[in-house]
């Protein structure tokens, strides 16, 4: 049988993650060894094979599979911790392993016991999620999605394109999105091998930023499934679907939290060796001058804003998932906040990094540029500007969000539910 992605450096052997302490250490060791390459991969638009197989061979593709398959099942807040740590040194990497974890997590959650304990298995061994969700053409018929399917005697058959398909140029699994033809907000899932005829993936992704996220179209001509290869997912109002739909928007957070500490890790090395005081001041050394100071401080209180928001958002996910009956409102608020902020520590931390370092770092060849493409490029995923209106609303009208969108529709918080106030204490 041939390897799924003729490009990819398959793992010999998949390590084992025994704590959520070693989950970090593992992080920590694999971020210094991606950090390096970060900026050539970027400029050269280099895919990270090499860096997946080893992604995968240190047991980090793991992290969130359930214990009761033989994963570590770590908390929300170590997987926050550690997709922050990955996107400081290479966001684009970071966002292949969100599109990965966000695919166990609707395993875990919807997909029928079988493919869920046939693919999780599968990931053990060092297989890959990729993300085909969006549609290349938005839907004429008022559907979520554009792709169908169309069901015969034998099985059933997708035909469709799908965009910004994240990962999928290293990926051994799409999870693909479509319409079911039922309710608003139903949809069916499909996690399909990439060797299945009729797939193909177009590398064709050329992003100002996070240009080497492995995305691409996806074409789908055709392709048959199992009756058992796909599922429905329904996000309803429920906690279990905020829960859903609030890991990834941490995971999220997390990226723009990385590359606000990557912009700030690089300020501070040059501000402290190579960066001379700004025209006008009278300090000896860049490390003296009250303006420079003043900045720097600003974004630290702005960093350690950012990281207050994120990691209450995981400890609420972690005590929802512990919970017989999770509150939808209190982890959407959560992680509304978090994406907010984070976000704007990001950009802040990017631009600044420039004003505060001079024409020094502006060489094409240092491509210190690519944190701010990388944070605003990512911030157009899921905009940050209908959140403010959702945290509005609830304090306002006690209105929570829908769990797919975080904004419309808007729906009465129940008094069991705490408000956004309560949330933000």
Request: aromatic content about 6%; hydrophobic content about 40%.
């Amino acid at each position: 049988m041939p390897d799924r992605n003729p490009n990819k450096t398959v793992p010999t052997q998949v390590a084992s993650i025994v704590s959520d302490e070693h989950a970090l250490a593992v992080a920590r060791e694999f971020v210094e060894s991606i950090r390096g390459g970060a900026a050539r991969r970027d400029l050269e638009k280099v895919l990270p094979h090499q860096e997946f197989a080893d992604f995968t061979r240190s047991g980090l593709g793991i992290l969130n599979v359930p214990r009761d398959l033989g994963g570590p099942e770590v908390s929300y807040r170590t997987l926050l911790e550690t997709i922050r740590l990955i996107a400081s040194a290479d966001s684009s990497i970071a966002q292949i392993a969100l599109t990965h974890w966000s695919g166990i997590e609707m395993l875990r959650r919807w997909a029928p016991p079988a493919l869920r304990e046939r693919l999780l298995r599968r990931v053990i061994l060092g297989d890959l999620l990729g993300n085909a969700s969006k549609d290349a053409r938005p839907s004429r018929s008022g559907d979520r999605h554009g792709t169908f399917l169309s069901l015969d005697e034998n099985g059933a058959r997708m035909s469709g394109e799908k965009a910004f398909a994240t990962g999928s140029l290293l990926a051994d699994w799409l999870y693909v999105m479509c319409s079911s033809g039922k309710s608003a907000g139903s949809d069916l899932v499909a996690f399909i091998d990439v060797r299945r005829a009729g797939l193909a993936i177009h590398d064709n992704w050329d992003g100002v930023g996070q240009r080497t996220t492995a995305s691409g179209n996806v074409t789908l001509d055709s392709v048959f499934l199992d009756p058992g290869e796909y599922f429905e997912m329904t996000l309803t109002d429920s906690g279990e679907s905020a829960l859903f739909s609030g890991v990834s928007h941490l995971l999220h957070s997390g990226i723009e939290l990385g590359l606000g500490d990557g912009a700030l890790r690089e300020t501070l090395d040059i501000l402290r060796t190579e960066a001379t005081p700004p025209r006008g001041s009278d300090a000896m050394a860049a490390v003296e001058d009250p303006l420079t100071l003043s900045a720097v401080g600003e974004l630290v209180i702005s960093q350690h804003t950012a990281e207050r928001a994120a990691f209450r958002a995981a400890d609420t996910l972690d005590a929802a998932k512990a919970s017989d009956r999770p509150h939808a409102g209190e982890v959407l608020f959560a992680v509304c906040e978090a994406k907010i902020v984070t976000e704007r520590f990001a950009l802040n931390s990017a631009t600044t990094l420039f004003e505060l370092c001079g024409s020094r770092v502006a060489t094409r060849s240092r491509n210190l540029d690519r944190y701010w493409r990388d944070a605003r490029t990512h911030s157009l995923h899921d905009a940050s500007r209908w959140k403010t209106v959702t945290l509005g609303q609830a304090a306002l009208n006690g209105r929570r969000p829908d769990a797919f969108t975080l904004g419309h529709p808007f729906t009465a918080i129940t008094p069991q539910e705490p408000s956004v106030a309560a949330v933000a204490d």
